[in-house]
């Protein structure tokens, strides 16, 4: 089955120094993947996605590159901030059915 | 544009209780899935409806858990009795459609304990 492997966590980091949150998968098919993030007291938001190989999803900084022949998602950020303090989810889903599979999540916190 | 609706917000109960949760998604999204989150862990898939039909319970622990969505908006979980092991987050999200690239918009998530 579908499955989604991230870093162990928590990572402190701070104020703009870079970020890698590593983030792999194994899946059947050609998967879409996600980066979601929850900063604390909010619900769940889509940070990123891909959905093909070679794919460069992005958002207020964040990158990721879908790498089909590493089974890989890593999310970067050149420059960190305090208010990107939060929990970080890789997941994917499926071409047919938009079924998400996270990973662990992983706790980010960045000191002034 | 509102997004999607949880209540309660927390919920506390004794093992062997019954707690119900509802869910109220975005206006036109036809698929909803509720997902349970357990500290320190992903949310994990529970049950995902198209409209008023269930597409994928094959996580749900059918035991205990039961899930509808009559009209095809409003969806409410159930569970009964409870067990220690139920305390978790309960998230409701919804989508337009089905397929990976419709987004999936996520409520605040219902927090339950369960002593």
């Known amino acids: 089955g579908n499955s989604v492997t991230q870093m162990e966590g928590p990572v402190t980091l701070s104020e703009e120094a870079f970020l890698t949150i590593n983030c792999t998968y194994t899946a059947t098919g050609y998967p879409s993947l996600f980066w979601y993030v929850q900063y604390p007291g909010e619900g769940l938001q889509l940070l990123l996605k891909a959905t093909k190989a070679d794919d460069k999803g992005s958002n207020k900084g964040f990158e990721a590159t879908y790498r089909k022949e590493t089974t890989s998602f890593h999310l970067e950020k050149g420059s960190v901030q305090v208010s990107d303090s939060a929990v970080y989810f890789c997941a994917l889903a499926s071409r047919a059915n938009s079924k998400l599979t996270f990973g662990k999540g992983i706790t980010l916190s960045v000191r002034p | 544009e509102a997004g999607v609706a949880q209540s309660p917000r927390y919920k506390i109960i004794e093992k062997r209780q019954s707690v119900a949760f509802w869910c109220n998604p975005i206006?036109?999204?036809?698929?909803l899935y509720w997902y349970q989150q357990i500290l320190g862990q992903g949310p994990k898939l529970l049950i995902q409806?198209?409209?008023?039909?269930?597409?994928?319970d094959s996580q749900l622990p059918k035991d205990r858990f039961s899930a509808e969505r009559l009209k095809g908006v409003d969806s409410t979980l159930k569970i009964q009795p409870a067990k220690l092991e139920d305390s978790a987050v309960y998230l409701c999200?919804?989508?337009f459609g089905t397929g990976s690239y419709n987004e999936q918009f996520f409520g605040p998530g219902t927090r339950l304990t369960v002593l």
């Open positions: 206006s036109g999204h036809a698929t």
């Open positions: 409806f198209q409209n008023n039909g269930v597409v994928d």
């Open positions: 999200a919804s989508s």
